[in-house]
C-alpha cells in the first residue's frame, strides 16, 4: 500500500469507529485477531444493506424463497461437501520468527511488488508459475518458487522457511455434554451447505418448479491465518447466498444471466461501474465448472466481493450419496427425474460493508476566499443510511424541543431518527454528515406560528421551507426501497 492509500485507509478505519460503526471485538481486552463487533450506526447499515438483497431476491423473484438455516450441521455435511478433505490453505512457516502465512499470499504480495517497481513481465511470470503450481496442487514448487524469488519474512527479514503444507480453516468444537461421548461438530465455513440439505424439503413444501432459488443470509467462520484489512478477511463473517436451481445443461446460460444481475445490483447503490470488474478464476474449486468475482477498488485495490460460481451437481450429488437419501427433482415438462444444476451467488456481507462504506466517505473543501472550511461526509444512498433524518430544534427553550419530540413522535414509527439538541445548527449538520443522515429538520419560533419546519438536504447542503405534514412523505419518497429496487427490473 502507498502511503497516500494507507491514509485512506487508516481514515476509514478511524472514522467508522470514531462514529459508531465498527469496533474491535473484545476491544477492552486488546481485541480478539480478525473478529470484529458492529457498532450501533454499523447495525443499521449493515441490515439494511441486507434488507436490500433480501427484497431484490426474495420479493422481486417469485420463483426464490428465503431460508435460515442453522450454523451446526450434520458433521457428516462437510465430508460430503469436501469441505474436510478439502478446504484448506497452503501454508508456510518462517522458523526464525515462528510466523505462519499463506504461501500464495507471500507471492502475491510480491508480485505486486515487482508490478511497483515496473517489472511487469516478471510479476506476470510470477502470476503464471504460482498459478499452475496452485491449479496442480504442487506445494513443493510453491515452496521452490518462494525461494526462487527471495521472498524473505516480513518479521525476522530471513529465509528459513519449513515446506508447504495444506492448512484446514473450518473451526470444530464438541457438542453433547460429555468429552467422551460427544460428537465433533463444524461451525459451518460457508452458508451455501445449509440450502442443499434442505433443497427437497422446500421444493416439496413450497411446490417450487425448477429453475427455482433458495437465498440465505447467515454467518459463516473460517480460521483464517492471515488476518488482514480490518473486516475484509475475518474469522467470522456473513454471506448472503443464492443457490439457484436449474436442468442440467442451463447452467452457464443462468451463470451468465446472475452474473450480469449481480452486477447491477451492485452498481445501484452508487459507487460508478469502473470501481467494479470481473475476474474469472483460474483455479476451479473442486464443485465449480465456471467460476468469477466480482472485485470492488477498495482503497487498497481491486479485490473480491462476490463469487459467482456454477456448480454443477455436485453439491446435491454428494448429499445424495451421503444420506443415501434421493435428491432428485422430477420434472414433469421433460417427463424426466434429475438432480439439477446449481448457480451460487455468494457475496460477504462484511465486504459490501467495507466497499459502501469506502466509497461513501468524502472530505469536501467548502472554504471561499474569506473562510477555511471543510466537511466529512458518508453519502450512502438515503435507502440505505443508517438514519433516516434528524430532528432539532433550533434553542432548547420556548417549547421548541416540545415542538420537535412532537413531530418526531409522529415519524418515528415509519423511520430511524436521531433527535438533537446540543451545540450550534451548524456543528449538528456537520454530526449528521458524518453519519450519512440524508435530512436535518429544523424546528424554529416560526413551526410555532404556521406549523412549518426547514430540511437540509446532506449532499446539496441545500434547505428549504416545507409543511411539517409533509415530511412523511418527502422523507418516504426520498427513502424508498423502491428507487434502488426498481433499477432492478
Ligand atoms: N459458498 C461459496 C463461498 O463461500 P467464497 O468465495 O469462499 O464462496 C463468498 O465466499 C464471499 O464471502 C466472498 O466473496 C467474500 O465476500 C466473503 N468472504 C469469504 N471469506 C471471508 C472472510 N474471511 N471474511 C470476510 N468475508 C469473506
Not at 423473484?61 to 497452503?90: L, R
Not at 468469477?292 to 463469487?307: H, Q, R, S, T
Amino acid at each position: 500500500m502507498s502511503k497516500q492509500t494507507d491514509d485512506l485507509f487508516k481514515n476509514i478505519v478511524s472514522h467508522a469507529k470514531e462514529y459508531g460503526f465498527v469496533f474491535q471485538s473484545s476491544e477492552i481486552y486488546d481485541g480478539l485477531s480478525a473478529v470484529y463487533d458492529y457498532g450501533q450506526l454499523g447495525s443499521e447499515l449493515k441490515n439494511n444493506l441486507k434488507t436490500y438483497w433480501w427484497k431484490a431476491m426474495v420479493q422481486l423473484n417469485e420463483n426464490i424463497v428465503g431460508i435460515d438455516a442453522s450454523i451446526f450441521m450434520h458433521p457428516t455435511t462437510w465430508k460430503a461437501s469436501g469441505h474436510v478433505d478439502g478446504f484448506s490453505d497452503p501454508m508456510i512457516d518462517n522458523k526464525d520468527s515462528k510466523k505462519r502465512y499463506r504461501a500464495d499470499q507471500l507471492i502475491e504480495d510480491k508480485i505486486e511488488r515487482y508490478e511497483k517497481d515496473g517489472k511487469t513481465d516478471k510479476a506476470a511470470q510470477l502470476q503464471k508459475d504460482m498459478d499452475d503450481a496452485l491449479n496442480d496442487d504442487d506445494l513443493a514448487r510453491l515452496k521452490a518458487i518462494i525461494e526462487e524469488h527471495n521472498i524473505v519474512c516480513p518479521m525476522s527479514g530471513t529465509k528459513n522457511w519449513t515446506d508447504v503444507r495444506q492448512f484446514n480453516l473450518m473451526f470444530s468444537t464438541q457438542m453433547g455434554a460429555m468429552a467422551d461421548g460427544a460428537e465433533q461438530v463444524y461451525l459451518r465455513p460457508e452458508s451455501a451447505q445449509g440450502i442443499f440439505v434442505n433443497f427437497l424439503n422446500v421444493q416439496k413444501s413450497g411446490r417450487m418448479k425448477i429453475p427455482f432459488g433458495i437465498a440465505q443470509i447467515g454467518k459463516a467462520f473460517r480460521n483464517e491465518v492471515i488476518a488482514r484489512q480490518f473486516i475484509m478477511r475475518m474469522r467470522e463473517f456473513e454471506q448472503m447466498e443464492l443457490q439457484f436451481f436449474v436442468r442440467p445443461g442451463t447452467e452457464l446460460e443462468w451463470y451468465e444471466k446472475w452474473k450480469e444481475a449481480r452486477l447491477k445490483w451492485h452498481l445501484t447503490l452508487g459507487a460508478g461501474a469502473d470501481n467494479y470488474r470481473f475476474h474469472d478464476h483460474v483455479k476451479l474449486a473442486h464443485y465449480a465448472n465456471a467460476a468469477v468475482d466480482i472485485e470492488y477498488n477498495f482503497p487498497f485495490g481491486f479485490k473480491e466481493i462476490e463469487g459467482i460460481h456454477s456448480r454443477t451437481d455436485y453439491d446435491l450429488k454428494q448429499h445424495q450419496e451421503y444420506s443415501g437419501k434421493k435428491l432428485q427433482y422430477f420434472d414433469h415438462e421433460l417427463n424426466q427425474n434429475y438432480i439439477p444444476y446449481v448457480v451460487e451467488t455468494s457475496v460477504g456481507v462484511d465486504r459490501l460493508f467495507l466497499s459502501v462504506f469506502a466509497n461513501a466517505l468524502v472530505h469536501e473543501d467548502l472554504s471561499t476566499e474569506d473562510k477555511k472550511d471543510s466537511r466529512v461526509v458518508l453519502k450512502f444512498h438515503p435507502a440505505i443510511a443508517p438514519v433516516k433524518a434528524a430532528i432539532m430544534p433550533l434553542t432548547r427553550k420556548d417549547g421548541l424541543p416540545e415542538k420537535a419530540r412532537e413531530i418526531m413522535d409522529k415519524l418515528k414509527f415509519n423511520y430511524n431518527l436521531q433527535y438533537d439538541e446540543k451545540d450550534s445548527i451548524g456543528k449538528r449538520y456537520r454530526r449528521q454528515d458524518a453519519i450519512g443522515t440524508p435530512f436535518c429538520i429544523t424546528v424554529d419560533h416560526q413551526t410555532l406560528e404556521d406549523n412549518t419546519v426547514t430540511i437540509r438536504h446532506r449532499d446539496s447542503m441545500k434547505q428549504e421551507r416545507i409543511a411539517a405534514d409533509d415530511l412523511g412523505r418527502i422523507i418516504g419518497d426520498l427513502t424508498s426501497w423502491n428507487n434502488l429496487l426498481q433499477q432492478l427490473v
